[in-house]
């Protein structure tokens, strides 16, 4: 049998095809590293927060922030061990701002179909749906009103939060009445409290508090219901599964323990006490 001599580069090509798979599992490792490890890096977790009492409000005077999505922002922090940071910004752009990486999380997001193709989802934190906000002395407002086709007339004008969940419901469901868009809490209920708008549309335990605090006023869940959805943490879109699977196990415990109801209980003390 002929015999050949293998030469000394022969002899090392599987140890360094051996090198170049380990090098190249390595580089794999480091490109797999998961979002939330990244966050850890930075030492800050951004969570994107406009206001929306309970879910999230701000002090004008100190900027500080509070509600009960404030509040699961800093635990999420906790739990990852870093620092939170909020960064503020609009119904209009907290999608937008997710989209560019101007923060990593984003707090009290309504699950929509559209949004879905924008940003993922965490599981939701609470159940959601709209209610009618208006004083009950109102005539444009008929007694025993229970739709919004029973409100959607010539004349009527709703305030709604400019961008938000309850913005696009709306707008989709009436036909007649006027939508004034504003771009904040405190403008919607300006302008039904200053008689500019005659209907305030948002959140129902929202306008919970707000009717709780101004007794001539009540809040209507209308039938059939104008929309209802989870509130969740909105998350970048190219996160793994894996990379959700940590906010959705985080966010588990403390729905299951009834720790969010407790938070939501306390958001909205303070929001009554505010108001007295």
């Known amino acids: 049998m002929f015999l050949k001599t293998l030469s000394p580069i022969t002899r090392a090509l599987p140890a360094l095809a051996l090198l170049a798979g380990l090098s190249t599992t390595a580089a794999m490792a480091q490109t797999n590293e998961g979002y939330w490890q990244g966050v850890q890096k930075a030492g800050t977790l951004r969570c994107g927060a406009a206001v929306a009492p309970p879910y999230v409000m701000r002090d004008p005077a100190t900027g500080e922030y509070s509600g009960f999505y404030a509040d699961l922002c800093r635990e999420l922090a906790e739990v990852l061990k870093v620092k939170p940071q909020f960064v503020d910004t609009t119904w ?152 959700v699977e940590v906010v959705n196990i985080f966010l588990e415990e403390k729905v299951a323990t009834g720790h969010v109801d407790d938070l939501i209980r306390k958001a909205a003390d303070k929001v009554l006490k505010g108001t007295n």
Request: aromatic residues 4%; glycine residues 6%; proline residues 7%.
């Open 92 to 243: 209009d752009n907290i999608v937008a701002g997710l989209q560019a990486g101007k923060w990593d999380v984003s707090l009290a997001l309504n699950r929509t179909p559209p949004r879905a193709m924008a940003v993922q989802f965490s599981i939701p934190a609470m159940e959601y749906q709209i209610s009618l906000a208006y004083n009950k002395n109102n005539p444009k407002i008929p007694a025993g009103a229970k739709s919004v086709a029973d409100i959607d007339k010539e004349g009527v004008t709703l305030a709604v939060m400019s961008g938000t969940a309850q913005d696009k419901a709306v707008s989709a469901a009436v036909k007649k009445a006027t939508v004034l868009r504003l771009p904040g809490n405190d403008e919607t209920r300006l302008a039904v409290v200053s008689k500019r708008a005659d209907i305030l549309v948002d959140a129902s335990d929202t306008n919970l508090l707000f009717t709780q605090s101004n007794p001539d006023w009540v809040a209507l869940n209308p039938t059939p219901a104008l929309a209802k959805q989870g509130v969740a943490f909105g998350l970048p879109r190219q996160l793994s599964a894996a990379d």
